[in-house]
């Protein structure tokens, strides 16, 4: 089974770029389909972008379009997410998902994935 870590969080001023890597093990990750989450304390995690796994689909929230960019390298194994222009709103801890048997398939709902990685934290200030 797929594991993932993210890495690429920070403290960043508004307007500024931010890198979000993860990282999986296995060796089907292509056939995964990925996606990118964020949450905040007391709001519901919410979906931010998501691909699929031949990375030939994808697919972003309306508040992140046009500023995000969600990409994969197969033969790395890693899912990346160029965030551009970020505003303080963005602020959340970003999570990873992944879910077996989505090479052409991307998905938009939380409960669509079946492995989290652990998060990583993203501040935006004013």
């Known amino acids: 089974q797929v594991q993932l870590v993210e890495s690429g969080g920070g403290l960043v001023q508004a307007g500024d770029s931010l890198r979000l890597s993860c990282a999986a093990s296995g060796r089907t990750f292509s056939s995964y389909a990925m996606g990118w989450f964020r949450q905040v304390p007391g709001k519901e995690r919410e979906f931010v972008a998501a691909i699929t796994g031949s990375g030939g689909g994808t697919i972003y929230a309306d508040s992140v379009k046009g500023r995000f960019t969600i990409s994969r390298d197969n033969a790395k194994n890693t899912v990346c997410l160029q965030m551009n222009s970020l505003k303080p709103e963005d602020t959340a801890l970003y999570y990873c998902?992944?879910?077996?048997?989505?090479?052409?398939?991307?998905?938009?709902?939380?409960?669509?994935?079946?492995?989290w990685g652990q998060g990583t934290q993203v501040t935006v200030s004013s």
């Open positions: 998902a992944g879910r077996s048997g989505g090479s052409y398939y991307y998905y938009t709902r939380r409960y669509d994935y079946n492995i």
